[in-house]
């Protein structure tokens, strides 16, 4: 299993980050995209850095085209060293048109698109296939010598997915080469019952299997100690819980645990900014209708039974004393030691 660890703020410091992180045994340095650009995060990165992958978790795709997106991952892919794994998502619809000031259309479809068109531009540089892809959202027809960076020595950057609902899914099965399920609004049960089958329907299309694709493991976790510890570590959910279960595009992972009720009350506040009443209507039960809970005793086996379609996984644990550092980086190599089949249960 490869354990990530996440990187962020002013993209100056990510070099140090990375530096670190590599340093204290981590597999991935992981970015999102909030406030900072991930791309230029993870160039940054890679200066510093020499063996860690790198991965945007996620850079946002529609406000870009995808021939800006692949030739910024070309870039750093080669800098890196074939280190660079590009996260793709495609944000709500509310966020494209009023904060990035572009537009919208059906994203499942269209970023199947915007996926074939990065792989068909770096065809044409890495191998000199023609520059041949028409689709409904996204053209490539022209590439002269002049914008044509040639082939690099390293694999093309693979492709992960953001993913939450099922036409998503799908689409991450049939062209992407990794599945991000989105962490702040994801349980096992909507993993297993609705996402992870959709990547296998998409894996069929294709003709692919579950060897050609990567899953990021997922699902709301309350770890701690012991069980007093586990129901304070319930609380941390109760941030993304109100933000995202606010947003009606999530509200069908809801509908999964019979909480769309909640996902509308909390939509109704998100309208008037009432945000911490927000976090407060939220009750214990409904974190715990929604939280997997785990001992760290447990936690390795916890893993190889429970998230045993995943290569990969996000970790973190306190290390404020030498003891608490002690007993992460031990929980950290037992993590890293757990073999996963990478086939999803019953799949």
């Known amino acids: 299993m490869k354990i990530a660890t996440g990187i962020g703020g002013w993209p100056e410091t990510a070099g140090e980050q990375a530096k670190k992180a590599e340093a204290d045994g981590y597999d991935i340095v992981s970015c999102g995209e909030l406030s900072h650009d991930s791309i230029l995060t993870m160039a940054m990165a890679a200066t510093q850095s020499e063996k860690i992958e790198l991965h945007t978790s996620v850079t946002i795709a529609f406000p870009r085209s995808p021939m800006v997106l692949a030739m910024e991952a070309w870039d750093i892919q080669r800098m890196s060293k074939g280190r660079f794994v590009i996260g793709l998502g495609s944000q709500v619809k509310g966020h494209n048109e009023r ?148 947003t009606r595009s999530y509200h069908h992972v809801l509908r999964l645990h019979g909480l769309e009720e909640l996902g509308m009350r909390l939509h109704k506040l998100s309208l008037d900014g009432r945000w911490q009443e927000m976090q407060d209507i939220i009750t214990l039960d409904d974190l715990r209708a929604l939280t997997e809970t785990c001992t760290y005793d447990d936690y390795p086996a916890f893993v190889a039974s429970k998230r045993e379609y995943a290569s990969h996984m996000g970790f973190r644990m306190a290390t404020e004393s030498d003891d608490q550092k002690a007993r992460t980086l031990a929980m950290m190599k037992s993590l890293q030691q757990v073999q996963t089949p990478g086939v999803p249960a019953g799949l």
């Open 99 to 246: 904060r990035f000031g572009g537009t919208w259309s059906a994203a499942a479809p269209r970023m199947k698109e915007y996926v074939q068109m990065m792989k068909a531009v770096w065809d044409s540089w890495q191998d000199g296939a023609p520059a041949d892809f028409i689709g409904k959202d996204y053209r490539y027809t022209l590439m002269t010598p002049n914008f044509n960076p040639g082939p690099i020595d390293f694999p093309r950057p693979k492709i992960y997915l953001a993913v939450v609902g099922d036409a998503m899914a799908r689409v991450a099965g049939e062209v992407a080469d990794g599945v991000l399920p989105h962490g702040g609004i994801m349980t096992d049960k909507y993993m297993r019952e609705v996402l992870l089958p959709n990547v296998k329907i998409g894996l069929d299309r294709s003709g692919r299997t579950w060897d050609d694709i990567d899953i990021a493991s997922s699902g709301y976790l309350a770890l701690g100690e012991n069980e007093e510890a586990i129901e304070k570590s319930l609380e941390q959910y109760r941030v993304p819980l109100s933000f995202y279960g606010s």
